[in-house]
């Protein structure tokens, strides 16, 4: 009785999650590679409840109502399932109690559901990725909408009395307009984590060297800021001179990322010849790595390398191949190639867990290549986009300063200043110096921000390392900079002309 009312109390304290595709696609993988070794199924469902995902929960729950409860199997998967919250995994687990009530082997069924979570998770993901296509070209129309609020703002200004109150609550909804539309593109994407969480011995070389650079610049960026606005630079000088010192960040990002990416096309070829030349040459999979030809795998090598000089030195395999991982900074590596080595360590196959777990990552990094082709389309687009609303809002503004000097110019001035405004009666003319100043802060205000907002945008689209980031913002105030710059003298000069 007593060991049944902890039970109890334990298993309540279980947390059912939601369970996304990916996650439930990856733990079927994982426990499709295990069964393949001919464990026994109390073995199985204890390695399921071990794996580091969201499904490992459920695999807790039932090996408490197996082990303490005494149920079995099929029992506790059909009282697991039925408390589930996600409509996936109730699904999964009714279908496996199902399954092993009707005496189907287990390795058979999770080979199986594996297969058919594959084609899942692909129809969800294209689907995210039509939905991200629809909400990119839905994002242009807002910067396009957020852009004529400004322009509107400064055309207003100087047909009416300036409201000071009005126009800054004007810039604030464009604010919110734009940011509303980024976490739009947030939340339409795919929601995938990519990087692993750097560290110490987290991370390839390349990505840690951008952490390093990444902290000794953004400081020295704040106080260039300080000091120029103190100086009183003007805003078009200060972010050129910002975007020259973030695009070595930038820069490195995106080699670190195309490295990541390289290395997750090659990991699946890797497992694939790395199984196949143990099972072959009737070796280990250590020894088979040392026969491999590590040219096919350019990306790979190095840390192919590194991984063999560990297990020479008599180091823990697994710990090896955990390391391994966590070098390569890619998030997908790091969990796949504990499936393999764990697969094979307890008697698996090599071949056959290496093509279970080929097959995974292939699957992923396909679609991922899609996800990048929608991307690298939307990147351009939101870059072009923030040329042409920062050349208009600036090329508005302006105009405006410009007409102010001219009608500041021929007014009359003294007593017949008051009684010729009265007879034109021009919002034009009533300008002050502080008010165009504060309308021009409110423009480069909205330039700045929209440079934010669409390298935001462009980064949550990708999903890949988010120090990519930097880069875009290095764009996109390079070309707010230029805009400022060219843009009022050229306006100036057709003026004046």
């Not at 009785?1 to 439930?24: C, G, P, W, Y």
């Not at 692993?196 to 260039?224: D, H, N, W, Y």
């Not at 009183?232 to 990541?260: H, T, Y």
């Not at 508005?396 to 034109?424: R, T």
Request: with cysteine; proline share 2%.
């Amino acid at each position: 009785m007593t060991s049944s009312k902890s039970s109890q109390k334990r298993a309540n304290k279980v947390s059912f999650k939601i369970v996304s595709e990916f996650d439930l696609f990856y733990h079927l993988t994982y426990m499709s590679a295990m069964s393949s070794a001919g464990i026994s199924r109390s073995k199985t469902f204890e390695l399921a409840a071990e794996a580091r995902t969201e499904a490992a929960v459920y695999f807790v729950a039932i090996n408490q109502l197996v082990n303490e409860l005494r149920f079995d199997y099929p029992e506790a998967c059909r009282r697991v399932g039925t408390a589930a919250k996600s409509k996936n995994m109730r699904s999964f687990l009714l279908r496996m109690s199902d399954a092993l009530r009707s005496g189907e082997p287990l390795s058979e069924f999770l080979t199986r559901e594996a297969s058919v979570m594959s084609t899942a998770y692909e129809n969800n993901y294209e689907r995210k990725i039509e939905t991200l296509k629809q909400w990119s070209n839905a994002f242009s129309s807002v910067v396009i909408s957020v852009a004529l609020i400004i322009i509107i703002q400064i055309i207003s200004a100087m047909i009416y009395s300036m409201d000071l109150g009005a126009m800054t609550g004007m810039v604030i909804a464009g604010i919110m307009l734009s940011s509303f539309a980024a976490w739009i593109i947030w939340r339409s994407a795919p929601a995938e984590s990519m990087v692993i969480k750097l560290g110490k011995g987290r991370g390839s070389k390349k990505q840690q060297r951008t952490e390093r650079l990444f902290r000794l610049v953004m400081p020295l960026c704040a106080m260039v800021i300080a000091v120029l606005s103190v100086m009183g630079v003007e805003v078009g000088v200060q972010l050129l001179i910002i975007s020259f010192m973030l695009v070595p960040v930038g820069l490195a990002g995106f080699r670190a990322d195309n490295l990541r990416v390289a290395q997750d096309d090659d990991f699946s070829q890797f497992l694939r010849s790395t199984g196949s030349m143990a099972a072959s040459s009737g070796t280990t999979v250590n020894e088979a790595l040392l026969r491999l030809d590590l040219s096919s795998f350019p990306s790979l090598e190095d840390d192919i390398e590194r991984l063999n000089k560990r297990l020479k030195a008599r180091i823990d395999p697994m710990l090896c191949w955990r390391q391994f991982g966590l070098d390569t900074g890619s998030k997908l590596i790091s969990e796949v190639v504990e499936i393999f080595y764990g697969g094979v360590l307890i008697g698996g196959a090599p071949e056959v867990v290496g093509y279970t777990c080929s097959l995974f990552v292939a699957k992923v990094t396909q679609l991922r290549a899609k996800r990048r082709l929608v991307t690298g389309t939307f990147s351009a687009l939101t870059t072009i986009m923030q040329a042409i609303v920062a050349g208009l809002m600036v090329f508005v503004m302006a105009i405006v300063n410009n007409f102010a000097i001219m009608v500041k110019d021929i007014m009359p001035s003294g007593d017949a200043a008051a009684e010729a405004q009265q007879s034109v009666n021009m919002g034009m003319a009533q300008f002050t110096d502080a008010q165009l100043a504060q309308l021009a802060a409110m423009t480069s205000l909205m330039v700045v921000v929209m440079a934010f907002v669409g390298a935001a945008a462009i980064i949550l689209s990708d999903g890949g390392y988010k120090l990519k980031a930097t880069f875009y913002v290095a764009l996109m105030m390079f070309i707010s900079s230029i805009c400022m710059l060219v843009v009022p003298p050229m306006v100036a000069g057709m003026l004046t002309n």
